[in-house]
C-alpha cells in the first residue's frame, strides 16, 4: 500500500481493481441502503426466508446497487449467474443464454438471469424470455432506469415484481466513504465542508461515488483541502436528466404542483433544476402558460398575460437573459389566487356535450336567414338583451328540454370573487324574469 496520500492502486493477479469493485459487497446484509427492498419486512427478505423468489425488475437510478444485488440473490439462492446487457446482446445472443440454461436445468442448476437495460430490449426481444420464465429455464431479473410501466410489456410486467431502488442518501453515502477509507487503510484529505461536498457530487450514486474517493484519495496534498480547493480539482458529477425519460415528467410535474401549492422557492427550485438539466426554455413556458390557465385561471385573469409576456421577453433577448423572465412568471403564479373554476367547468360542459349528442339549440336563439326557416319559427320570440331592463333578458339558451346546468362556479379568491358576485346577481334577475 502506497504512502498516507499516495497512489491507491492494489496490485493483485489481473492488475489494477478499481475501488468499487473492491468494496462490492459479498452478502445481502452488506448492501448499503435499499432498507425497502432489503429490510426485515422488505419483499426480497420475505421472499428469500420463504424460498420463493421470482422474476423481478430493478427500477432506479445508475448507481445504487442494481447489479450488485442480482449477484447476490444468485448467491443466496444456489443459482448460476448470467449477465447479459441489452444494449450489446440481440437474439443471436439471447439463444444462447436460453440453450445453456436449458442444460444447466437437465444437470439440476437453475439459471439466474441478469439483464441490465432490459428497456432497450424491443417487444418481440421481450416476449422472447416468456416461455423460459414460465417453464423455470431462467428466473430474470432485469435492471432499468426507466419506468417500466412505459417501457417493458405488460407480459414480462405481469410475470415480475417491479422493486424501486432509490438513489442513495447523504447518510448512506457516508456510510460507504468510510467503508472506502477503511479498504484504503485511511482517511480522506478532506475537512468536513469538502466532505460533505464529494457526497453532493456523487448525487446519490454509490459508484460514482467510489470513483470520487479514489481520485482523490491518489492525490499529494499536505493538510485537509476545503470546499473551494476540492471544487477545483473535481468536476461535480452532471445531474441525472432525461428530456424524454421521467426525470423529465417528474420534474415538469413538481414545478406545476409547487406553483398550484403557491410555493415559490420550490416552484423555482425546480424551474431551476429543468434549466441546468438542458430543458428547452420554451417547453416550459408552454406548461407555466398552461399553469396560469388551469390553476388560476379567472382568480387572477392578469397571469396569462404574464407568462405570454415572458415568453416573448425570452424570444427577444435569448438565453441566458431571458430566463429570468420564466423565473419571474413562475414567481407570480406562485404567488396568484388560484381557481380551477373555469377549467372544472369546461370539463363539465364537454361532458354534457357529449351527453345531449345533436340537440339543437332553441329556434329562438337561431337565426332565421331565409323564409322558410322564419316560417319554421326560427328567431320567434328572441329578446334582445340590450332592449330589456338591466341589459338582461334571462332567457333559455339551452337545448329544449334540457335542464338548466351550473359548469361555473367561481371561488371566493381574487377577481373571481366579483365574478361570483356578478354571476348571483343575474341568477336572481333570471329568477325574476322565469316569474
Not at 352 to 360: E, F, L, R, V
Not at 369 to 385: N, V
Request: hydrophobic share 40%; proline share 5%; net charge negative.
Amino acid at each position: 500500500m502506497a504512502d498516507l496520500f499516495g497512489s491507491t492502486e492494489v496490485i493483485v493477479e489481473g492488475g489494477h481493481r478499481p475501488l468499487a469493485d473492491r468494496l462490492r459487497p459479498k452478502t445481502l446484509t452488506e448492501v448499503i441502503g435499499q432498507s425497502q427492498v432489503l429490510g426485515p419486512e422488505a419483499p426480497l427478505t420475505v421472499m428469500l426466508e420463504s424460498g420463493s423468489l421470482g422474476s423481478l425488475i430493478f427500477w432506479g437510478p445508475p448507481g445504487v446497487g442494481k447489479t450488485t444485488i442480482a449477484r447476490l440473490l444468485a448467491d443466496e439462492t444456489d443459482l448460476h449467474f448470467v449477465q447479459i446487457s441489452a444494449i450489446f446482446s440481440g437474439v443471436p445472443e439471447l439463444r444462447k443464454v436460453f440453450e445453456a440454461a436449458k442444460i444447466r436445468r437437465q444437470n439440476g442448476q437453475g439459471t439466474l438471469l441478469f439483464v441490465d437495460e432490459i428497456h432497450r430490449f424491443n417487444k418481440a426481444q421481450q416476449d422472447g424470455f416468456l416461455p423460459h420464465m414460465e417453464d423455470g429455464t431462467v428466473l430474470l431479473v432485469g435492471a432499468t432506469t426507466e419506468n417500466p410501466s412505459f417501457e417493458l410489456n405488460a407480459a414480462v410486467l405481469s410475470r415480475s415484481q417491479v422493486l424501486v431502488l432509490e438513489r442513495l442518501p447523504l447518510a448512506d453515502l457516508e456510510r460507504l466513504a468510510r467503508r472506502a477509507e477503511a479498504e484504503l487503510g485511511r482517511a480522506l484529505p478532506l475537512d468536513s465542508a469538502a466532505r460533505e461536498n464529494l457526497l453532493e457530487m456523487a448525487d446519490g450514486d454509490g459508484r460514482a461515488l467510489l470513483n470520487l474517493i479514489e481520485q482523490v484519495a491518489a492525490w499529494k496534498v499536505e493538510g485537509l483541502l476545503d470546499g473551494k480547493a476540492l471544487s477545483a480539482r473535481l468536476m461535480r458529477r452532471a445531474a441525472q436528466y432525461d428530456k424524454g425519460g421521467d426525470a423529465h415528467y417528474n420534474l415538469i410535474s413538481a414545478l406545476h404542483k409547487s406553483v398550484r401549492g403557491s410555493d415559490p422557492d420550490a416552484s423555482l427550485y425546480w424551474l431551476a433544476r429543468m434549466l441546468e438539466g438542458g430543458e428547452d426554455p420554451r417547453y416550459l413556458m408552454r406548461r407555466i402558460t398552461r399553469m396560469a390557465v388551469e390553476d388560476i385561471g379567472l382568480a387572477d385573469p392578469q397571469a396569462q398575460a404574464i407568462c405570454l409576456k415572458s415568453w416573448e421577453t425570452y424570444e427577444r433577448l435569448g438565453s441566458p437573459e431571458g430566463e429570468l423572465a420564466l423565473a419571474q412568471a413562475v414567481t407570480y403564479l406562485a404567488l396568484a389566487p388560484k381557481s380551477n373554476a373555469a377549467y372544472v367547468a369546461y370539463k363539465a360542459a364537454r361532458r354534457a356535450a357529449k351527453q345531449t349528442g345533436s340537440a339543437p339549440p332553441p329556434k329562438h336563439i337561431m337565426n332565421a336567414a331565409t323564409s322558410l326557416m322564419k316560417d319554421q319559427g326560427y328567431g320567434a320570440g328572441y329578446a334582445y338583451d340590450h332592449d330589456a331592463e338591466d341589459g338582461f333578458s334571462g332567457q333559455n339558451y339551452f337545448p329544449d328540454g334540457m335542464d338548466r346546468p351550473q359548469f361555473y362556479q367561481p371561488v371566493e379568491r381574487g377577481f373571481e370573487r366579483d365574478l361570483k358576485k356578478r354571476l348571483d346577481y343575474f341568477e336572481k334577475l333570471r329568477a325574476t324574469r322565469k316569474t
